[in-house]
């Protein structure tokens, strides 16, 4: 029989870590954002959680062998290098910056990164990426409708001015209103409705307005 001994002690420490270990991962992959953990020295993933594995087709085991560089081709070597060197030197402790991710598929999509700089043990880089796809794509959506409303606000034929009810400053009017008027944008929405009328009528102007 082959008998082998330890201390007691350094058998719990090592049980320990390794419960330590298995909830600071399920945290990781309990995360709805996705979640890299990579070596401050040489870049080499360390941790990536399910989300980001998911989204980028990779499994844990390609990830290992990969950098941030490997996932992010608008970056070279050296701008990395630059990009995290505030942090590095203290100047900063979370930089954000936006830049796209290449799936293992080829298929690009937007992120928005938020990096520190950690001890966890060993100096490390942890970064939390939300994918912005949809977040983008709302606010182009949001873009459009208001290029839209523009343009069908423009083509109505009778002026239209549209003001603040409680200050009634102008906040829009159409290019009719400027045609009749002889103002331009600009100066319409330094005004009020009492400004395109007589002295005379500015009785019977602010009780239509304020009814």
Known sequence: LLYLTSNGRDIRKRLEAAEKNKGFNRLLDSSLNEVYIFNATDYHFIEVNVGARKNLGYSIEEMHAMTPLDLKPEFSLQEFNNLVEPLRNGEKT???????????????????????????????????????????????????????????FNQIADPIVVFDQKNHHFLDCNLSAISRYGYSKEEFLKMTPFDLHPPEDLTRVSVNIDD
């Open 94 to 152: 979370v930089i954000k910056f936006y830049t796209k991710h290449k799936r293992k598929n080829g298929s690009l999509y937007p992120v928005e990164v938020y990096l520190q700089l950690m001890q966890i043990g060993q100096a490390v880089f942890v970064a939390m990426i939300l994918d912005i796809t949809e977040r983008l794509e709302a606010e182009e959506t949001i873009r459009s409708e208001q290029i839209r409303y523009e343009k069908l």
